[in-house]
C-alpha cells in the first residue's frame, strides 16, 4: 500500500505531540531517589590543583652519558631525562586526577647532549636540500607527556633563530618569553603568557595565568645569533608590565617560569643593565605572583619563599636542577570568596627522578632516535698515542688542555689578515669537564665531545698585555688564598667566588704563573711572552670562544676588544676534525706545560 509522505506542518505537529508523551511518560516513570540525583550538586568553596615543573633539560632523553656511552652516573646517585621525570608526572596525576594537574618547564631544551648536536647540525629539525626535517625528540616527548607552557631558555638561541622556530612549530604547547622582543619593533617576538582554565564543577573555572621570562644575558652569549634581530629586556620590568595585565584578565594564579636564578647576581658585571639571575627580585618587586619556576643555575632548591614588598604577601619559588634530575611539584589550595577563587596556601616540594622507572611510552617512542645517536657518536675519528685526561686540568697545565688551544690557534690563524697574523696569537679555555679522558686507541666522536661539551664558536679578539694580566688575573679569582707553608688541598682549592670550571679560563702561548697564597688581583707572576715579560702595550691576537668573546662569565676588556677573526664553525666539530685530518692525536705536537700554581713562587706541584 503507498503511503503518503508527510508535508512539514504534519511532521512538526506529529513530533512535537510524541515528544511531549515521551516527556510525561519520562516524567511518571522517575522515581523520588532519580529526581533527587537530578539536583543540582552544591558548588564547592575550596579546590586545590598542582604545577610541576622541571627546567634545564638540555635534551637528557634518557638516563644516559653520550660521552661515556654508559649508563648516567654521579657521586649523588642521581638519573637523568625526561623518560623518568614522565614517570613522575603520570604518578601526580594518577594520584590527583588529570584536571586537577599542569606541567611546565623553565628552558634550555634543545642543547647540551649529543642528541642536541645530532638534531640541530648532522640530520638538522630545520631540514637540508629543500627536504623537511626530522621532529625534534624533546618536542615528541614533551607533546607526550602533555607540556602545558614552556620558558626559553638562554641555550635555545645557541643553533640560530630558525632552529629555534622550527622547534617551536612541533611543540604542542607555547614557549614563552615576555622579554624576548623582536629588535626593530621592540614587540614580543614570542608568546609573553598563557592562560589555563582548570574546570570546577558546579562553579566558576580556575584561570591559571602563567608568564614566562628568560635571560638577559642571551644579547651577550648569542650575540651573533641575535644581535640586530632579537633584544632582551629585564624581567622584573617585564613582569611589572604583564603581572597587572594577567590580573586584569581574570587570572586566579599568576605563576612564572623564570629562566633566571634567584640570588640576584649577574656573571656579567655590568655589561648588561639587566640582572641575570633577577628571580627573587621579581618575586620581591612585583606584586601579584603567586609562584615562579626557576631555572637557569643547575641548582636545587625544593622551596624558598619571597616576601613582596608591596604587598607583603610571600611568592614561593623553586628550582628543580637540572637534566631532569628533580620534578618540582608546586601545590595551591584556594577557596571560593564571593564568587572569585582566592590562593589560601602554596607550598612547593621536589621529587627524585631516580626512585622510578622510565616511562614505557616515552622510551618507545625515542629508542630509535637515541640508538641513531648512540651510533653517531662511537663513530671513530682517528686514534691518540697516549691516554688524555682532564682530571687535573683544573690546577694543572695538561696536555688535553693543549689539545684545545692548539685547535683553537691553529683555526684562528687561517683566517688573520696580513696585519694581524703579525702580531702574538695566544688562546685561552676552561676546563668544562673533569671527567673527559681521550683514550689511548681508538678516538670516536664521544671521546671528543666529552672534552668540549659546548657548542661555543670561535673569536680571535686582541688584547693588550695589560688587559692580557687583567684577564688572568679574573680568571685566577677561581682559587682559594692558600697560604705559604699551608698544604694544599684540590678539594677545596677551586670555585672561590662561585666561579665554577666552565668560567676558568687557562691560557696557552704565554708563560706566568698563578701564585695562590696572594690575595686576588695579584696573583699573576711572570707573565711572559717566548721567554720575554709581556709589556703592558704589547698586542696580542687571542682565541677565545664565543660565551666568552660576548662577554660570558663577565671577564674585563674581551667583549668590547677589536675582532680579528670569527667564526660559525663549532670549536668542538674543529677539534673533530683535526683528530681526522691527523689520524693520529700525539701530545708531542702540543702538549707545554706553560702555567703553574705556586706559593710566594715555590711550585705546588
Given at each position: 500500500?503507498?503511503?503518503?509522505?508527510?508535508?512539514?506542518r504534519?511532521?512538526?505537529?506529529?513530533?512535537?505531540?510524541?515528544?511531549?508523551?515521551?516527556?510525561?511518560?519520562?516524567?511518571?516513570?522517575?522515581?523520588?531517589?532519580?529526581?533527587?540525583?537530578?539536583?543540582?550538586?552544591?558548588?564547592?568553596?575550596?579546590?586545590?590543583?598542582?604545577?610541576?615543573g622541571?627546567?634545564?633539560?638540555?635534551?637528557?632523553?634518557?638516563?644516559?652519558?653520550?660521552?661515556?656511552?654508559?649508563?648516567?652516573?654521579?657521586?649523588?646517585?642521581?638519573?637523568?631525562?625526561?623518560?623518568?621525570v614522565?614517570?613522575?608526572?603520570?604518578q601526580?596525576?594518577?594520584?590527583?586526577g588529570?584536571?586537577?594537574?599542569?606541567?611546565?618547564?623553565?628552558g634550555?631544551?634543545?642543547?647540551?647532549?649529543?642528541?642536541?648536536?645530532?638534531?640541530?647540525?648532522?640530520?638538522?629539525i630545520?631540514?637540508?636540500?629543500?627536504?623537511?626535517?626530522?621532529?625534534?625528540?624533546?618536542?615528541?616527548?614533551m607533546?607526550?607527556?602533555?607540556?602545558?607552557?614552556?620558558a626559553?631558555?638562554?641555550?635555545?638561541?645557541?643553533y640560530?633563530?630558525e632552529?629555534?622556530?622550527?622547534?617551536?612549530?612541533?611543540?604542542?604547547?607555547?614557549?614563552?618569553?615576555?622579554?624576548?622582543?623582536?629588535?626593530?619593533?621592540?614587540?614580543?617576538?614570542?608568546?609573553?603568557?598563557?592562560?589555563?582554565?582548570?574546570?570546577?564543577?558546579g562553579?566558576p573555572?580556575?584561570?591559571?595565568?602563567?608568564?614566562?621570562?628568560?635571560?638577559?644575558?642571551?644579547?651577550?652569549?648569542?650575540?651573533?645569533?641575535?644581535?640586530g634581530k632579537?633584544?632582551?629586556t629585564?624581567?622584573?620590568?617585564?613582569?611589572?608590565?604583564?603581572?597587572?595585565?594577567?590580573?586584569a584578565?581574570?587570572?586566579?594564579?599568576?605563576?612564572l617560569?623564570?629562566?633566571?636564578?634567584?640570588?640576584g647576581?649577574?656573571?656579567?658585571?655590568?655589561?648588561?643593565?639587566?640582572?641575570?639571575?633577577?628571580?627573587?627580585?621579581?618575586?620581591q618587586?612585583?606584586?601579584?605572583?603567586?609562584?615562579?619556576?626557576?631555572?637557569?643555575?643547575?641548582?636545587e632548591?625544593?622551596?624558598?619563599?619571597?616576601?613582596?614588598?608591596?604587598?607583603?604577601?610571600?611568592?614561593?619559588?623553586?628550582?628543580?636542577?637540572?637534566?631532569?634530575?628533580?620534578?618540582?611539584?608546586?601545590d595551591?589550595?584556594?577557596?571560593?570568596v564571593?564568587?572569585?577563587?582566592?590562593v589560601?596556601?602554596t607550598?612547593?616540594?621536589?621529587?627524585?627522578?631516580?626512585?622510578v622507572?622510565?616511562?614505557?611510552?616515552?622510551?618507545?617512542?625515542?629508542?630509535?632516535?637515541?640508538?641513531?645517536?648512540?651510533?653517531?657518536?662511537?663513530?671513530?675519528?682517528?686514534?691518540?698515542?697516549?691516554?688524555?685526561?682532564?682530571?687535573?686540568?683544573?690546577?694543572?697545565?695538561?696536555?688535553?688542555?693543549?689539545?684545545?688551544?692548539?685547535?683553537?690557534?691553529?683555526?684562528?690563524?687561517?683566517g688573520?689578515?696580513?696585519a694581524?697574523?703579525?702580531?702574538?696569537?695566544?688562546s685561552v679555555?676552561?676546563?668544562?669537564?673533569?671527567?673527559?679522558?681521550i683514550?689511548?686507541?681508538?678516538?670516536?666522536?664521544?671521546?671528543?665531545?666529552?672534552?668540549?661539551?659546548?657548542?661555543?664558536t670561535?673569536?680571535?679578539?686582541?688584547?693588550?698585555?695589560?688587559?692580557?694580566?687583567?684577564?688572568?688575573?679574573?680568571?685566577?679569582?677561581?682559587?682559594?688564598?692558600?697560604?705559604?707553608?699551608t698544604?694544599?688541598?684540590?678539594?677545596?682549592?677551586?670555585?672561590?667566588?662561585?666561579?665554577?670550571?666552565y668560567?676558568?679560563?687557562?691560557?696557552?702561548?704565554?708563560?706566568?704563573?698563578?701564585d695562590?697564597?696572594?690575595?686576588?688581583?695579584?696573583?699573576?707572576?711572570?707573565?711572559?711572552?717566548?721567554?720575554?715579560?709581556?709589556?703592558?702595550?704589547?698586542?696580542?691576537?687571542?682565541?677565545?670562544?664565543n660565551?666568552?668573546?660576548?662577554?660570558?662569565?663577565?671577564?674585563?676588556?674581551?667583549?668590547?676588544?677589536?675582532?680579528?677573526?670569527?667564526?660559525?664553525?663549532?670549536?668542538?666539530?674543529?677539534?673533530?676534525?683535526?683528530?681526522?685530518?691527523?689520524?693520529?692525536?700525539?701530545?708531542?705536537d702540543?702538549?707545554?706545560?706553560?702555567w703553574?700554581?705556586?706559593?710566594?713562587?715555590?711550585?705546588?706541584?
Open positions: 500500500m503507498h503511503v503518503p509522505p508527510l508535508n512539514r504534519e511532521f512538526v505537529k506529529k513530533s512535537a505531540v510524541t515528544g511531549a508523551a515521551v516527556a510525561v511518560a519520562g516524567t511518571v516513570a522517575a522515581t523520588p531517589a532519580q529526581a533527587a540525583h537530578r539536583k543540582p550538586p552544591k558548588p564547592p568553596r575550596t579546590w586545590s590543583f598542582s604545577i610541576l622541571t627546567t634545564d633539560l638540555h635534551s637528557h632523553v634518557f638516563d644516559w652519558d653520550y660521552y661515556t656511552d654508559a649508563a648516567y652516573q654521579d657521586s649523588k646517585g642521581n638519573s637523568v631525562g625526561v623518560a623518568r614522565a614517570t613522575l608526572v603520570k601526580q596525576r594518577a594520584a590527583k588529570e584536571d586537577h594537574v599542569l606541567l611546565v618547564d623553565a634550555d631544551i634543545i642543547q647540551g647532549t649529543s642528541l642536541a648536536y645530532y638534531y640541530a647540525r648532522v640530520d638538522p630545520v631540514g637540508t636540500g629543500g627536504k623537511r626535517g626530522p621532529k625534534h625528540p624533546m618536542a615528541i616527548a607533546n607526550a607527556m602533555r607540556y602545558d607552557a614552556a626559553l631558555g638562554n641555550h635555545e638561541f645557541n640560530g633563530i632552529t629555534l622556530r622550527r622547534f617551536e612549530e612541533q611543540c604542542h604547547f607555547p614557549l614563552l618569553g615576555a622579554n624576548a622582543l623582536d629588535a626593530e619593533t621592540l614587540r614580543p617576538a614570542f608568546q609573553p603568557y598563557t592562560v589555563k582554565r582548570l574546570r570546577v564543577p562553579a573555572d580556575i584561570k591559571v595565568g602563567i608568564l614566562g621570562l628568560t635571560n638577559p644575558g642571551i644579547a651577550l652569549w648569542d650575540k651573533d645569533n641575535v644581535a632579537m633584544a632582551f629585564g624581567l622584573v620590568e617585564q613582569a611589572k608590565k604583564y603581572v597587572p595585565r594577567m590580573r584578565l581574570g587570572c586566579d594564579v599568576v605563576f617560569t623564570d629562566h633566571s636564578g634567584l640570588d647576581s649577574s656573571s656579567y658585571g655590568d655589561e648588561l643593565p639587566y640582572v641575570e639571575n633577577a628571580s627573587n627580585l621579581v618575586a618587586q612585583v606584586p601579584g605572583i603567586d609562584a615562579i619556576l626557576v631555572g637557569h643555575t643547575h641548582t632548591v625544593s622551596s624558598y619563599t619571597v616576601t613582596n614588598t608591596e604587598t607583603g604577601k610571600d611568592v614561593v619559588l623553586s628550582e628543580p636542577y637540572c637534566y631532569g634530575m628533580r620534578l618540582t611539584v608546586f595551591f589550595e584556594l577557596e571560593l564571593h564568587g572569585q577563587w582566592k589560601t596556601s607550598k612547593a616540594q621536589t621529587l627524585n627522578s631516580n626512585t622507572e622510565e616511562d614505557a611510552e616515552i622510551t618507545g617512542l625515542l629508542a630509535a632516535d637515541h640508538d641513531l645517536v648512540v651510533k653517531y657518536v662511537n663513530t671513530p675519528v682517528g686514534t691518540c698515542t697516549a691516554d688524555l685526561s682532564a682530571a687535573e686540568a683544573c690546577w694543572k697545565d695538561v696536555p688535553v688542555m693543549d689539545f684545545i688551544h692548539q685547535v683553537q690557534m691553529a683555526a684562528v690563524a687561517t688573520l689578515s696580513t694581524d697574523a703579525a702580531l702574538p696569537l695566544i679555555a676552561a676546563p668544562f669537564s673533569r671527567t673527559a679522558d683514550p689511548q686507541g681508538d678516538v670516536t666522536i664521544r671521546d671528543v665531545a666529552g672534552l668540549y661539551i659546548y657548542d661555543n670561535l673569536y680571535g679578539k686582541k688584547l693588550t698585555g695589560a688587559q692580557l694580566k687583567d684577564y688572568l688575573e679574573y680568571a685566577a679569582k677561581y682559587y682559594h688564598q692558600v697560604p705559604s707553608g698544604k694544599v688541598d684540590t678539594a677545596t682549592l677551586t670555585n672561590a667566588n662561585s666561579f665554577w670550571d668560567m676558568y679560563d687557562t691560557a696557552a702561548g704565554v708563560s706566568y704563573d698563578i695562590i697564597a696572594q690575595p686576588e688581583g695579584s696573583r699573576i707572576k711572570n707573565l711572559s711572552y717566548e721567554g720575554t715579560p709581556v709589556a703592558d702595550g704589547q698586542v696580542f691576537v687571542v682565541a677565545v670562544n660565551y666568552r668573546a660576548n662577554g660570558g662569565s663577565g671577564y674585563p676588556h674581551i667583549a668590547a676588544a677589536d675582532i680579528a677573526y670569527s667564526s660559525t664553525n663549532e670549536i668542538r666539530q674543529l677539534m673533530i676534525d683535526y683528530v681526522t685530518a691527523k689520524g693520529s692525536l700525539d701530545p708531542a702540543f702538549a707545554a706545560a706553560n703553574r700554581l705556586t706559593q710566594n713562587g715555590t711550585p705546588v706541584f
